[in-house]
């Protein structure tokens, strides 16, 4: 299974796994899942580390491949989907995570219930 997961569990996976439900550790942990962290998540955590509402002392790219993930680059035919998405969710980077598991048919790894409204096959 294809798996693109959210940025708080990409942080949670990272530093708190305990916070992670016991489902999504196995998905996580299982070989034959492909686990995604989005060019979207490290631009979040750039941006909010850059306006101080976060303390980022990680290279996210690097900890994506230490992790065994992999990185899955945001196109430009992902942001053309957000044209038409409804605002079920407002938040600009969730938004762009959405189009890119909907474009990609990969299923999305969150805690948000607000991804379910727009289709996403959820892990």
């Known amino acids: 299974m ?3 997961i959210d940025t708080h569990i990409f942080l949670w996976a990272l530093a708190q796994p305990d916070r992670l439900e016991e489902k999504q550790r196995a998905l996580l942990q299982a070989l034959y899942n492909s686990i995604y ?31 065994g993930f992999e990185l899955l680059d945001f ?4 942001a053309l989907l957000l044209k038409d998405m ?7 980077f969730d938004r762009m995570l959405i189009a ?17 409204l727009y289709g996403c096959k959820m892990a």
Do not use: C, W, Y
Not at 38 to 45: D, G, H, M, Q, W
């Open 75 to 78: 196109t430009a035919r992902d």
């Open 2 to 4: 294809k798996i693109l």
């Open 100 to 116: 890119q598991s909907l474009r990609n048919d990969i299923s999305v790894m969150t805690s948000d219930r607000k991804f379910g």
């Open 37 to 67: 962290v989005s060019a979207v998540t490290v631009a979040e955590l750039s941006i909010k580390t850059s306006i101080g509402k976060l303390a980022m002392d990680f290279d996210p790219v690097e900890m994506v491949e230490k992790a």
């Open 86 to 92: 409804p605002f079920h969710h407002k938040d600009p």
